[in-house]
């Protein structure tokens, strides 16, 4: 199956670069010099994964994943961002908008090929053990194949790494998963994140389910409880 990717970058020279070794690998490419372009190509083109440079004019990659997140069509699309920058705050702002994933500049092939191969294997791996799978946990319905939590009346789309957290808490109440376990089971242990990245996904989770299910292990972890 060729993969279709949408790379977001306003200076060409990186686009091209990423092209040529994406396409190498088999990847179908299409690319966008700003934020608001990657809107429009990405509603035409359906891709799979969303490279996004966070620094750009017009309409910047956070502003852009945030608006993306927002159409149902990408709510379980994959976005990652390309950054120069290697503060928290950059990693912290992606993943509270709902990306998947960070690539920082300067570009190294091999380095992007391999993260990107392993996001897609993630993606696979994850669709095959989620297909047709539905939950009951408490008063929550978890659709791992429509990725939806339904609570009563109520029903939550949640972004994709948000809803696979919230997917293994749940999936055995009361155990507690460390924060290693977590990283590992979640984002992979090929895929590099920052150290906050669980506690900014826990607290958007609370925010929108409460705060009663998930429980605070201090030193540990997180577990879920009703």
């Known amino acids: ?27 179908e490419v299409f690319k966008a010099l700003n934020g608001k372009e990657a809107i429009v190509k990405a509603k035409k083109e359906h891709p799979d994964l969303i490279i996004l440079d966070i620094m750009m004019p017009e309409q910047d990659g956070i502003e852009t994943c945030r608006q993306l997140r927002e159409i149902p069509e990408f709510k379980k699309t994959m976005i ?18 709902g990306a998947d994933d960070y690539i920082t500049k300067p570009i190294k092939p091999r380095v992007l090929v391999s993260r990107i191969n ?8 994850g669709a095959k053990e989620e297909k047709g799978n539905v939950v009951f946990v408490g008063d929550l319905r978890i659709d791992r194949e429509q990725y939806l939590v339904h609570r009563n009346e109520e029903k939550f789309v949640l972004p994709r790494k948000e809803f696979e957290l919230l997917s293994l808490l749940a999936s055995k109440p009361g155990k507690v998963f460390t924060r290693d376990e977590i990283l590992d089971r979640v984002w992979g242990n090929d895929i590099i994140v920052g150290d906050r990245t669980i506690d900014v996904h826990i607290r958007k989770l609370r925010e929108k389910l409460g705060e009663d299910n998930i429980k605070t292990v201090k030193g540990i972890g997180y577990k879920f409880e009703f």
């Open 1 to 27: 199956m060729s993969y279709k990717i949408l790379l977001v970058d306003d200076e060409p020279d990186i686009l091209e670069f990423m092209e040529y070794n994406l396409k190498k690998e088999n990847y």
């Open 118 to 125: 392993a996001l897609f294997r993630r993606y696979d791996n």
């Open 80 to 97: 990652a961002f390309l950054t120069a920058r290697n503060e928290d705050y950059s990693q912290i702002a992606g993943f509270e908008v």
